[in-house]
């Protein structure tokens, strides 16, 4: 790669191939792009797997789909029977779709290009901007990431119209200009972008896998209460697992934020754990007393009630990103007793769902209420769960850990290509 600093002022990106020289040609995108009709089907108006004409949604070019589409390996919906359009135009290889609307100004004409149709036909439906390239001036992979670049995004955002969903018409791409290099050039520009796609995929597939393997071997070597020991047990290990009330093994945090000494209001984040507020969310929801409020030191658990259709039961989560903060008291709080039960063992065993029924038990569901199960602390101690010996389990907890580090570090390897990704974009088009 070459940077081309000393061109400011002329039609050059910031960062180009060493073989290219000479300056890319400024185009209206309005001018490139010939604009078809599209559909208004409604999700309620497709399915999926079907050998019907396949429709492309808004939503999945928000979340869901490539910047290249492929249909070799991505998949669209199908339009439903009897709900086909009367009037349609087929997409073409090399055809090009923004979604028209958003509530971010970043995601307003975000586009994906249909790189490979695999011989399927395919329409454009609600909320897209369906767009060709009839004189050929762009070679199939290049259209997708130069509407995905930095400087065409700044044009949309100074363009959109609306005050909570932004929007764009055909009508404001004769505002917008993309900068158009020889096809040799668009050829390589899109194809490196093309393999780092494929490579986040790739690396998202990893994740997904360990995750997979993670919650696979977290409801292998867990039982339940009911459960005299669990299905998978590790090498060498043949004591029987004991039933113990949640008091036997953890001591309540009662302590309190005495004289207002720590001002680090905690939450919990599903993801993240125990995190905090200002950190995260960039606001406070606390009361402006903190007095009140429970003081956890690094190390301690907290059970939040609130459930959700992830938590059906509420989110137990350990304090590991500071050494203290302070939460609401509406959170039941506690310490493992080292002597009893090892803490990483059971910061993953509250990850997994051996513990449910016991809350389920002592959960009316008539008593919910707004979204907070009805337990009382008392009841909550009381809670059975079947724990191994702390020798087991430390070794337990060592499986489990060594997946969620391989996890961290492909995650970082992620965030690197994601951010290489997002450079290129930035200096490599204008």
Same mark, same amino acid.
């Given at each position: 790669?070459?940077?081309n600093n000393e061109?400011?002022?002329?039609?050059?990106?910031?960062?180009?191939?060493?073989?290219?020289s000479g300056e890319w040609k400024k185009c209206k995108v309005s001018d490139l792009l010939d604009f078809y009709s599209t559909n208004s089907?409604?999700?309620?108006?497709?399915?999926?797997?079907?050998?019907?004409?396949?429709?492309?949604?808004?939503?999945?070019?928000?979340?869901?789909?490539?910047t290249m589409v492929d249909l070799a390996k991505d998949k669209l919906p199908n339009i439903k029977e009897d709900n086909m359009p009367t009037n349609f135009e087929l997409c073409k290889e090399g055809d090009v779709a923004f979604a028209d609307a958003s509530e971010d100004t970043n995601e307003v004409a975000k586009t994906?290009?249909?790189?490979?149709l695999a011989e399927k036909n395919v329409v454009c439906g609600l909320h897209t901007i369906h767009g060709r390239d009839n004189k050929h001036k762009t070679v199939v992979g290049f259209k997708g990431y130069t509407f995905s670049s930095t400087v065409f995004h700044n044009q949309i955002r100074r363009i959109a119209q609306g005050t909570k969903i932004y929007s764009i018409s055909t009508k404001n791409f004769s505002e917008c200009y993309i900068g158009l290099p020889s096809k040799?050039?668009?050829?390589?520009i899109a194809t490196l972008l093309r393999l780092i796609d494929e490579r986040v995929a790739t690396q998202n597939k990893i994740i997904e896998d360990l995750k997979l393997l993670r919650d696979a071997i977290s409801d292998a070597m867990f039982c339940s209460p009911k459960q005299s020991a669990p299905r998978k047990r590790i090498k060498g290990f043949y004591t029987d697992w004991q039933k113990v009330h949640l008091n036997d093994i953890c001591s309540r945090v009662t302590r309190?934020?005495?004289?207002?000494?720590?001002?680090?209001?905690?939450?919990i984040a599903a993801q993240y754990g125990l995190v905090s507020q200002l950190e995260f969310f960039n606001k406070s929801v606390a009361s402006e007393n903190l007095e009140g409020y429970y003081l956890l030191q690094k190390g301690d658990f907290a059970y939040n009630k609130s459930y959700s259709s992830e938590y059906t039961c509420g989110a137990v989560k350990r304090l590991d990103r500071y050494e203290e903060g302070v939460l609401s008291p509406l959170y039941i709080c506690f310490r493992p007793d080292p002597s009893k039960v090892d803490s990483d063992y059971l910061a993953y065993y509250f990850e997994s769902k051996k513990w449910h029924r016991e809350i389920m038990d002592i959960s009316v569901e008539g008593a919910r209420n707004h979204g907070l199960?009805? !337990?009382?602390? !008392?009841?909550?101690?009381?809670?059975?769960?079947?724990?191994?010996? !702390?020798?087991e389990q430390r070794a337990i907890a060592k499986v489990i850990k060594t997946i969620i580090h391989k996890m961290s570090s492909e995650q970082t390897i992620l965030d690197c290509y994601v951010k290489q990704r997002t450079f290129l974009l930035q200096q490599m088009f204008i």
């Amino acid at each position: 790669m070459t940077k081309n600093n000393e061109h400011k002022n002329l039609n050059v990106p910031a960062l180009r191939f060493p073989e290219f020289s000479g300056e890319w040609k400024k185009c209206k995108v309005s001018d490139l792009l010939d604009f078809y009709s599209t559909n208004s089907l409604s999700w309620e108006q497709l399915e999926y797997d079907t050998n019907a004409m396949m429709n492309l949604h808004y939503g999945l070019i928000h979340v869901g789909l490539p910047t290249m589409v492929d249909l070799a390996k991505d998949k669209l919906p199908n339009i439903k029977e009897d709900n086909m359009p009367t009037n349609f135009e087929l997409c073409k290889e090399g055809d090009v779709a923004f979604a028209d609307a958003s509530e971010d100004t970043n995601e307003v004409a975000k586009t994906i290009e249909f790189y490979n149709l695999a011989e399927k036909n395919v329409v454009c439906g609600l909320h897209t901007i369906h767009g060709r390239d009839n004189k050929h001036k762009t070679v199939v992979g290049f259209k997708g990431y130069t509407f995905s670049s930095t400087v065409f995004h700044n044009q949309i955002r100074r363009i959109a119209q609306g005050t909570k969903i932004y929007s764009i018409s055909t009508k404001n791409f004769s505002e917008c200009y993309i900068g158009l290099p020889s096809k040799p050039e668009q050829t390589k520009i899109a194809t490196l972008l093309r393999l780092i796609d494929e490579r986040v995929a790739t690396q998202n597939k990893i994740i997904e896998d360990l995750k997979l393997l993670r919650d696979a071997i977290s409801d292998a070597m867990f039982c339940s209460p009911k459960q005299s020991a669990p299905r998978k047990r590790i090498k060498g290990f043949y004591t029987d697992w004991q039933k113990v009330h949640l008091n036997d093994i953890c001591s309540r945090v009662t302590r309190k934020n005495t004289n207002g000494r720590c001002y680090s209001v905690l939450t919990i984040a599903a993801q993240y754990g125990l995190v905090s507020q200002l950190e995260f969310f960039n606001k406070s929801v606390a009361s402006e007393n903190l007095e009140g409020y429970y003081l956890l030191q690094k190390g301690d658990f907290a059970y939040n009630k609130s459930y959700s259709s992830e938590y059906t039961c509420g989110a137990v989560k350990r304090l590991d990103r500071y050494e203290e903060g302070v939460l609401s008291p509406l959170y039941i709080c506690f310490r493992p007793d080292p002597s009893k039960v090892d803490s990483d063992y059971l910061a993953y065993y509250f990850e997994s769902k051996k513990w449910h029924r016991e809350i389920m038990d002592i959960s009316v569901e008539g008593a919910r209420n707004h979204g907070l199960l009805n !337990i009382s602390v !008392i009841d909550y101690f009381n809670t059975i769960h079947r724990i191994p010996n !702390i020798e087991e389990q430390r070794a337990i907890a060592k499986v489990i850990k060594t997946i969620i580090h391989k996890m961290s570090s492909e995650q970082t390897i992620l965030d690197c290509y994601v951010k290489q990704r997002t450079f290129l974009l930035q200096q490599m088009f204008i």
